[in-house]
């Protein structure tokens, strides 16, 4: 049997990958899109904080009034003992673009990839794309599970996960061995502001979540996260005790929910697009979280995709990869000296070995 062909495939339900699907369909709505989603947007999930930029992004997409009516908590300050020990406060009130938002990962990942499907994409849930192979029309696409399907045109966003690199003729990067060790908590108490601390082995943030929950996160390295037994329970708890204010904000009555451990280092993909297919979000580039880009810059690079799909779709695939790869080198040249300077501020810990790293240039990038 012949397998269906759409003239878009974006692979993984991600916010890249429902910004994409999204936004082919309400620009160019003769076009056939499918979303292929591994998972099935539940559980517990890093990158909770959207920033007041997402909101543009958002009505340009039309779910402005549905994420409103999701009422997630807002975001109003954020704090951090990161040059020193006291906290310098930054609160959203003196913003031009206003608060941001705490989110339920699982939630907002499910009303992106519902108003995708809303606007007649395609979408299947449990549909992990195990490999891609080129044919005369586009791509072949096959699940794990042994289902087909073909597709003009590629959008790769599959997140931190590169496993059609080869597939694709990319190449992929890792510029650091930095890593989140993340614990989730229910009845925590509610604090308002993003904390974010310095310390030796790395640094901790914690962010209210909605539902009375909170998440507590040390972002280290290999080498100081093994020094500091950071993936036990025991080391980690220790490390949190010797924090000043984040274990401050999590309250006697909280309970553990769960514990992961994600890598958050900097990692970029060379070329970022080619003949037939384009990598949106942290595929393309994902981004260490001091940086509280991930979101934004998933929503937007999605948005980018999908236009530039839709025009090598017309024919005009070289002009539409050229323009891409450039956006998405402006953005990374930026991130770069940006990165480098806020770890180096962190002058109180200059000396241990996560910081010696942290506050070197990342490697150079070759992108074409
Ligand atoms: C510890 C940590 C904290 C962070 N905090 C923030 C924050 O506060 N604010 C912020 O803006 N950003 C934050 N980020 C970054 C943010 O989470 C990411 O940038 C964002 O999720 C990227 O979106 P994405 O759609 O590119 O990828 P993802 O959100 O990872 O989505 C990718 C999707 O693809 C699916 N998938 C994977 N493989 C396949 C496959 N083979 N086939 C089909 N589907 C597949 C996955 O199931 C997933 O649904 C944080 C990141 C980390 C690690």
Redesign the pocket.
């Known amino acids: 049997m012949t397998p269906p062909l759409y003239d878009v495939a974006v692979?993984?339900?991600?916010?890249?990958?429902?910004a994409a699907a999204l936004a082919l369909r309400r620009h160019s709505p003769d076009l056939t899109v499918v979303m292929?989603?591994?998972?099935d947007?539940r559980g517990l999930?890093?990158?909770?904080?959207?920033?007041a930029l997402a909101a543009p992004l958002l009505d340009s997409l039309g779910l402005g009034a549905k994420f409103a009516a999701e009422a997630f908590t807002p975001s109003l300050a954020t704090a951090s003992a990161w040059a020193g020990e006291s906290l310098a406060e930054r609160h959203s009130l003196f913003s031009a673009a206003g608060h941001g938002w705490h989110l339920d990962?699982a939630r907002f990942?499910r009303l992106l990839a519902d108003g995708a499907a809303a606007a007649g994409v395609d979408l299947r849930r449990g549909?992990?794309?195990?490999g891609a192979a080129a044919t005369p029309f586009g791509w072949r696409l096959r699940s794990a599970g042994g289902a087909v399907l073909d597709a003009r045109l590629l959008i790769w966003?599959?997140?931190?996960?590169w496993?059609?690199a080869r597939s694709l003729g990319a190449g992929v990067t890792a510029h650091d061995r930095r890593a989140?060790f993340?614990r989730f908590f229910a009845d925590a108490a509610a604090d308002g502001r993003?904390l974010i601390e310095a310390r030796p082995e790395g640094w901790w943030?914690t962010?209210d979540l909605p539902g009375r929950q909170r998440v507590i996160?040390c972002?280290s390295d290999a080498a100081s996260a093994r020094a500091a037994r950071l993936r036990s329970a025991c080391g980690w708890y220790g490390a949190l005790a010797a924090t000043r204010h984040v274990r401050a904000v999590l309250g006697d009555g909280a309970v553990e929910l769960g514990a992961a451990a994600?890598?958050?280092g900097t990692v970029t993909l060379a070329p970022v697009c080619g003949p037939g297919w384009f990598a949106?979000?942290?595929?393309a580039f994902?981004?260490d979280?001091l940086s509280?880009?991930?979101?934004?810059?998933?929503l937007r690079?999605?948005i980018f995709a999908a236009y530039a799909a839709a025009d090598a779709c017309e024919g005009r695939g070289r002009q539409a990869e050229a323009r891409y790869a450039w956006l998405l080198a402006q953005d990374l040249a930026q991130y770069r000296d940006a990165l480098r300077r806020h770890y180096a501020e962190a002058a109180d810990h200059a000396d241990q070995p996560f910081w010696r790293v942290a506050a070197e240039e990342i490697g150079p990038v070759r992108h074409e």
């Open positions: 692979v993984g339900g991600g916010p890249a990958g429902s292929l989603e591994a998972g947007h999930k890093a990158g909770e904080v959207l920033p990962r990942d549909w992990p794309v195990a966003a599959t997140g931190r996960s496993r059609l989140a993340l993003t943030y962010a996160a972002i994600r890598p958050a949106a979000g942290d595929t994902a981004a979280p509280s880009r991930g979101l934004v810059a998933a690079s999605g």
